[in-house]
């Protein structure tokens, strides 16, 4: 969709009828939902989604319909991306065998440590909470240092 941060909005309802297509056959409303929250920047401590139009309030005020906002990538959402044309991961069919997409993303930053996690599974739970990115990068690079460091 070439949703790069420095290019035009796309409308919403556009990139999650593109997502439902190619890579994740379910309801419109749960990607439309994830992309929501990925542009709120009380959700994340560093927003994957640059969001223009109603994405809700950290009241509880809902996001607009899809049809009405626009979205891009963020800046820092482009480090999850880095380097996938150089084939530095294998791709595998999608759902339906039409598109090769990666089995896993390429990804310059630690995602899930700086912007955390929480959720239930099936008999699980997790909370992950964010962290500073230049921290997260000073403890990889400690620990690139000496393997054995401790807390």
Known sequence: ??????????????VV????????PH??????????????????RYMLVDGQGNFGSIDGDS???MRYT?????????????DLDKETVDYVPNYDGTEQIPAVLPTK???????????????????????N?????DGCLAYID???ITI
């Open 70 to 82: 626009e979205v891009r990538m963020s800046k820092i959402a482009h480090e999850l991306l880095a």
């Open 63 to 65: 996001a607009a319909a």
């Open 146 to 148: 000496n393997e054995a």
């Open 1 to 14: 969709l070439g949703n790069d941060w420095n290019k035009a909005y796309k409308k919403s309802a556009r």
């Open 17 to 24: 009828g593109d997502v439902i297509g190619k890579y994740h």
């Open 109 to 131: 930053i630690p995602n899930l440590l700086i912007n955390g996690a929480s959720g239930i599974a099936v008999g699980m739970a997790t909370n992950i909470p964010p962290h």
């Open 133 to 137: 990115l230049g921290e997260v990068i």
């Open 27 to 44: 309801g419109d409303i749960a990607v439309y939902n994830t992309i929501v929250r990925m542009a709120q920047p009380f959700s994340l």
